[in-house]
């Protein structure tokens, strides 16, 4: 069964007449070469089409991983291909850094995916989503260090404050910008007769984050509200926030971060 985005060379070593499986209704013609099946993914299609193959934080949006708020479809291309797209849903990576892979592909190596992604977004995004591929093992330590080594030296510092222990990307947007103001966090920090939070500060202050797609059953909302009232009954202080807190309102949610913290811990 054939299945995907296929290369004309792909079907040929499967035994297949391209001509005939387009015939059939088996496959659909994209451009010279390049054949898709009934199941092949929208992005790949689409980055076929644009010569390029998929990237970025599309590449890690595709495997699990946070995505910022960043509906556009990142692709790369090879350096030789100066073709331009005026489609606004698409961005366009062009690099050299990291080697290129042999053969027809459309999808990054999880290398140039990563070098596209840091070289793309801001330094808060970035954290996130490396965190979150971290975290969900779509990439180890090794690897992540020795794709840095190849980056300008500006994003070398970057490397610090990755942190796989986080699971959702507002707990990485939040402690990546208070590291930004000289506050240090401590994710997914385990507090006897609590559990784990999200943040933990100075070990008295707690920020928990609710994520984009955060648990709405009454369940879950009274066992939140329950390990909030025990830690703070353990003498800790318990800020949560939603996601759009983060993500669209940070200033105000920094601001009453800092603010408690200038306040000190209520006993």
Known sequence: MLTG??????????????????????????RPGWFAAADARADQQQAVLHAGFVSCVSFFDARGAYRPEDDRLHLGVHSSNRARTTDPGVVVH??????????PAVVASTERALEHLL???????????V????????IGPGLLAGTMALLPARLHPLLSAFDGRAE??????????????????????????????????????????????????AEAFTRDRRRDAAAVLSGYTV??????????????TSTVILGTMARGRTR
């Open 5 to 30: 985005v296929l290369h004309l060379s792909r079907l040929r070593a499967l035994g297949v007449d391209p001509r005939a499986a387009v015939r059939n209704g088996t496959l659909t013609r994209l």
């Open 94 to 103: 062009w690099s050299r850094r990291i080697p290129m892979p042999t053969g």
């Open 119 to 129: 070289l793309c977004q801001p330094s808060d995004e970035s954290v996130a989503v």
């Open 131 to 138: 965190d979150s591929a971290l975290h969900r093992g779509i």
């Open 168 to 217: 959702s990307g507002i707990e990485s947007l939040t402690r990546f910008r208070l590291l930004a103001c000289g506050v240090g966090c401590r994710p997914q920090a385990e507090i006897p007769g609590v559990g784990r939070v999200d943040l933990l500060i100075d070990d008295w202050l707690v920020i928990e984050l609710d994520g984009r797609r955060w648990h709405t059953a």
């Open 239 to 252: 800020l949560r926030f939603s996601y759009a807190d983060v993500v669209h309102d940070w200033a105000r």
